[in-house]
């Protein structure tokens, strides 16, 4: 059983930078995948970020490229996404995903455990 619970979220504005974290509870997390999803009022879930569970592999999607960096520390069981240049259809609740495997996935169904979420919220 892995618990993920996410921090950093919180009010900005357009431009701004953020950086969320997610720690995990598990000390093994090197062999667990991991991600971020987002979630805005009214639409459906998106994919953000996947990394590999050594952290060799990220894959983003398509509306973030270029903006957000994924990244993870096994050492410390935590997961980052670095956003940068965040505009206001950024605004969303981010959750930390992990999953039993080596391998990046963009498919939420693919992955084992979810946090909670943190709000982000992009003023312009």
């Known amino acids: 059983q892995v618990q993920l619970v996410e921090s950093g979220g919180g009010l900005v504005q357009a431009g701004d930078s953020l950086k969320l974290s997610c720690a995990a509870s598990r000390s093994t997390l090197s062999v667990y995948a991991m991600g971020w999803f987002r979630q805005a009022p009214g639409k459906e879930r998106e994919f953000v970020a996947s990394i590999s569970a050594g952290g060799g592999t990220t894959i983003y999607g398509d509306s973030v490229t270029g903006r957000f960096t994924i990244s993870r520390d096994n050492a410390k069981n935590t997961m980052y996404l670095q956003i940068d240049s965040l505009k206001p259809e950024d605004t969303a609740v981010y959750s930390c995903?992990?999953?039993?495997?080596?391998?990046?996935?963009?498919?939420?169904?693919?992955?084992?455990?979810w946090g909670q979420g943190t709000q982000v919220t992009v003023s312009s």
């Open positions: 995903v992990a999953r039993r495997g080596y391998t990046t996935s963009r498919d939420p169904n693919s992955y084992n455990y």
